[in-house]
């Protein structure tokens, strides 16, 4: 019994916290002082450095629609640039998005980060987003 107890007592608290550490990724900025960049973390130069080393791949990152909000980010390694993309680097990392999903993402930072089920990139700290899924994947975007 004292094992389900501390069990239960577990659960909430990994609860509060994943409920904490995704709505707290949320920054409410008025969308006209947004500019049409990308913030690339530390933690993310740090991995996409590693993962890139002695190639000519580049993160890309790109908006779809879908997810339980509405728009999803997909994150992957690509050596093919497209007419429409934008270039951000950053201590010898690039990423490169596409002109119609920086518009979804623009203000809000790339990320690496490294949790106990998985490690991936992720889109934090954006400005346009107005709500997203409890995961982190998906979003809905402000209208204001």
Do not use: H, W
Not at 90 to 99: E, L, P, S, W, Y
Not at 106 to 134: H, M, R
């Amino acid at each position: 019994m004292a094992l389900l107890n501390f069990c239960r007592k577990s659960l909430k608290s990994v609860t509060k916290l994943l409920f904490i550490n995704n709505y707290s990724q949320t920054v409410i900025q008025p969308l006209k002082n947004v500019k049409a960049e990308l913030i690339i973390s530390d933690k993310c130069i740090e991995r996409l450095n590693s993962v890139a080393k002695n190639t000519k791949e580049f993160l890309r990152v790109s908006v779809e629609g879908g997810g339980c909000s509405g728009f999803q980010y997909k994150f992957e390694l690509d050596a093919n640039m497209m007419d429409d993309d934008r270039i951000f680097t950053r201590n010898g990392a690039k990423v490169v998005i596409d002109k119609t999903s920086l518009e979804y993402v623009k203000g809000a930072t790339v990320d690496y980060q490294e949790e106990l089920i998985k490690s991936s990139f992720k889109i934090v700290n954006n400005p346009l987003a107005e709500q997203g899924c409890s995961c982190g994947a998906s979003f809905a975007v402000r209208l204001d």
